[in-house]
């Protein structure tokens, strides 16, 4: 049972391209943003669609793969850990930042036009 506890499964679109870092001893790190979408109809019967937003960092050999294939509007399955962080912004104000750190993908589709 302990490989479920903080597993997270995603599957959406690119929203926009990946941004890679590469830090001064050659590490790189991708970070990317993944849009999913919840359709339902409301209390009216009209449909509404519901798109969250998910930030999703990758370390190591998948950002080989995320630099080469991945391109805004992929589709694309992801699978990693939710984590929670805490910095301080350059006016002192504390901000919190909720990502997935990501460690396997799979590209679904290619560029949707």
């Given at each position: 049972?302990?490989s479920l506890?903080?597993q997270v499964?995603?599957?959406?679109n690119l929203g926009?391209?990946?941004?890679?870092?590469?830090?001064?001893?050659?590490?790189?790190r991708?970070k990317i943003s993944i849009?999913?979408n919840?359709?339902y109809r409301?209390?009216?019967?009209?449909k509404v669609?519901?798109?969250?937003?998910?930030?999703?960092?990758f370390?190591?050999?998948p950002?080989?793969i995320?630099?080469?294939?991945?391109?805004?509007g992929?589709?694309l399955?992801?699978?990693?850990?939710?984590?929670y962080r805490e910095?301080?912004?350059k006016?002192?104000?504390?901000r919190?930042?909720?990502?997935?750190v990501?460690?396997e993908?799979?590209l679904?589709?290619?560029k949707?036009?």
């Amino acid at each position: 049972m302990n490989s479920l506890r903080n597993q997270v499964q995603l599957i959406g679109n690119l929203g926009n391209d990946p941004e890679i870092f590469t830090f001064e001893n050659g590490n790189k790190r991708a970070k990317i943003s993944i849009a999913t979408n919840e359709v339902y109809r409301d209390a009216k019967g009209e449909k509404v669609t519901k798109t969250d937003w998910h930030t999703v960092i990758f370390w190591g050999k998948p950002v080989e793969i995320v630099e080469k294939y991945l391109h805004k509007g992929n589709e694309l399955a992801i699978s990693g850990k939710l984590t929670y962080r805490e910095y301080e912004d350059k006016d002192g104000i504390k901000r919190y930042v909720t990502e997935i750190v990501g460690n396997e993908l799979v590209l679904l589709s290619g560029k949707k036009e």
